[in-house]
């Protein structure tokens, strides 16, 4: 369920992410149709547990704030598979990571916040990810250019 303004300001470190989903069956995240962050993996077989974002397997961490995770999650599949171009995350997946589509999976967390809130908040969870990411491997995932 997405968090309202009172639960947003949790600590970013301790949101909770959906499960770990195969990316063929992303439509069935409940979070989807809201805006929000998400964490994309390469994994060998179906990750368990809680979603960590600074797995090594991640290999993209994004945000949206005006479109719901499902239009973002259809952008970068368009762009990772179909030549589309309009993420450059999934055009770096393309060019970087070819042929391995069955192997990726993705989590995603939803908030219900409105205007600039929702903006600022989305976007400070997105970087903080990312940072923590930079921080324990010393590189950003490798889909995510800056």
């Known amino acids: ?54 797995d090594r397997n991640v290999v993209y961490i994004g945000e949206t704030v005006k479109r719901s995770l499902r239009t973002r999650w259809s952008q970068f599949d368009r762009s990772a598979y179909h030549r589309g171009r309009r993420h450059s995350g999934g055009m770096t997946f393309r060019r ?5 589509w069955k192997r990726l999976h993705v989590a995603g967390v939803a908030f219900d916040l409105e205007g600039e ?13 990312i940072w923590d990411y930079v921080s324990a491997h010393g590189k950003l995932p490798v889909c995510n250019t800056m």
Not at 4 to 21: D, E, G, P
Not at 25 to 36: H, K, M
């Open 1 to 54: 369920m997405p968090l309202n303004k009172a639960q947003a300001a949790i600590t970013i470190r301790k949101l909770k992410f959906s499960r770990w989903t195969a990316w063929s069956e992303r439509e069935g995240i409940d979070v989807c149709g809201n805006p929000g962050v998400y964490v994309i993996g390469l994994f060998g077989r179906m990750p368990s547990g809680s979603v960590v974002p600074l």
């Open 117 to 129: 809130h929702a903006s600022a908040y989305i976007r400070a969870v997105e970087r903080m990810q």
């Open 96 to 100: 970087d990571i070819v042929g391995t």
